[in-house]
Antibody, heavy 117, light 113 residues
């Protein structure tokens, strides 16, 4: 069965960096585009970034462009989100999600990132 | 960016009754080349990730009970939950996948009256 498991969250000071990982199993990872979506505490869903199945194209939300980098290693079935220059407003649960026909059919359980001094 | 506006923000429905959630997009989500509406609905229960319910505005995901249905086209869409069950208590989100950035509605919280 499809599984997506995020890790790498934690508490970090403003201005610092963090790298999230999402390990995929149960499907051919290299065939699917992947997304990061976040949810601030008590708030709605905010799309963060997308990477194509082969890593050839990447797109970002305006709120993270220039600070976050999405990448993947298809040999390791792993999706990444490198987050630099973190801000208090980046505090959220970060979900990775698989893309099927442009929508998201499977989501991980998420990893919590807290940016606080 | 396409703005997605859901209404109402919350609603309370009696068990067995119908819940209706509306979603309006700031531009049409109907792609002329394939005549499909690029609109999905997700359900999120407390402490859980979102779950895909409906895609292409009206296609139910495998395993989703048939009391959930989606309708609409262009800029106006509706999610209907017929005969509401206790396990349907959740926040429901619409999302457009017509273009990037993907955008979500602000969510509609459904509770039992």
């Amino acid at each position: 069965q499809v599984q997506l498991v995020e890790s790498g969250g934690g508490v970090v000071q403003p201005g610092r960096s963090l790298r999230l990982s999402c390990v995929a199993s149960g499907f051919i990872f290299s065939n699917y585009g992947m997304h990061w979506v976040r949810q601030a505490p008590g708030k709605g869903l905010e799309w963060v970034a997308i990477i194509w199945y082969d890593g050839s194209n990447k797109y970002y939300a305006d709120s993270v462009r220039g600070r976050f980098t999405i990448s993947r290693d298809n040999s390791k079935n792993t999706l990444y989100l490198q987050m630099n220059s973190l801000r208090v407003e980046d505090t959220a649960v970060y979900y990775c999600a698989r893309e099927r026909d442009s929508f998201n059919d499977y989501w991980g359980l998420g990893t919590l990132v807290t940016v606080s001094s | 960016d396409i703005v997605m506006t859901q209404s109402p923000g919350s609603l309370a429905v009696s068990l067995g009754e119908r819940a209706t959630i509306n979603c309006k997009s700031s531009q049409s989500l109907l792609y002329s080349s394939d005549n499909k509406n690029y609109l999905a609905w997700y359900q999120q229960k407390p402490g859980q990730p979102p779950k895909l319910l409906i895609y292409w505005a009206s296609t139910r995901e495998s395993g989703v009970p048939d009391r959930f249905s989606g309708s609409g086209s262009g800029t106006d869409f509706t999610l209907t939950v017929n005969s509401l069950q206790a396990e349907d208590v959740a926040v429901y989100y619409c999302q457009q996948y017509y273009n990037t950035p993907r955008t979500f509605g602000q969510g509609t919280k459904v509770e039992i009256k």
